[in-house]
């Protein structure tokens, strides 16, 4: 999310880090840590963040010296593991993450070798394992074991979307801290942090990313702003009043987004969102999603009824679920348009 430097600069998740700065203060730190929430809320950045405060030499000495309070307990950024840890090349943080979709054996084994040696200059070695929920069944059997017995000085800090997704047994392994998405003003702040961006699109772009930043800078991409606002204009068009639904212009639609395989589930995500946001919209206009597009929602809000707006929805979830199975996307898209279609008639 942001470049590492320490606690201060994460936006958000002050649970999380208050937690962790408990830890630090008290010196009872949990061998093993799991931080669950969305892709882009700060999990690997606290990680970071982490990996720092536990190896920081200023703070290390200050605590020694006195208790701290949580607000000043916090990596210098200045010191020599601080550096080398924000820099991403200190021997004794191992990063592992999926190549490029799946953790595989060879990977935590190498993990196993390398803990099986002291480590070479750090107060606490720290593994973070990104994406735990990517390692197959062989490579989470083998991580068991380093959760079973933990080297000394080694703290391990796994991060995965859910529990859920884990084997229970790695789970039950570690303290669990579950991080919660972003709030709008959060994402708003880091967007203007990486500049560029209108403050009118910034807001769009953090109400509709369900907090998590990695997904605001992907609906920041221009295409998806135009993407959004084709799919708004059909469905303006069809849905918001006469003249009634034309099938061949459903069926265009639907052939139009079949032909970019990897952009339909995210083009069937603008469509539901703009059901759902027509059914706010009626009963609270300040719930809306796409804020900029009010009044055209309200429009619709006043001819499309709300029974028929959730076949609607069921429609375009049924769909999604079918093409997670790899079914004909055309055929699949072709049956979806058409119920949306006769489901308001
Ligand atoms: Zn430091």
Redesign the pocket.
Known sequence: MTTATGFNAIVGQQQPIKLLKTFIRNGTMPHALLFTGDDGVGKKTTATAFA?ACN????GSAIDRQPHPDAIID?????G??RKIAGNHHPDIIRVAPLPSVIRIAQIRSLLQSLALKPNEAAWRVVILSEAQAMNAEAGNALLKVLEEPPDRTLLVLTARQPSDLLPTIVSRCRHIRFSPLGAPDIKRLLALAGGIEPESAETVSALCGGSFTRAQKLMDSRWLRRRDWIHRVMDEQLAGPPPPQIRTWLAFSEKLARKKDLIEESLEIVTMWFRDVLVARHDPQRVLNRDRLEALSRAAESVKPARLLLQIDAVDRALKALRSNTNARLTLDAMVLQIAGACT
Not at 75 to 79: E, L
């Open positions: 720092m920081c030499r200023k703070l990596a210098c950024g200045d010191c593991p601080c």
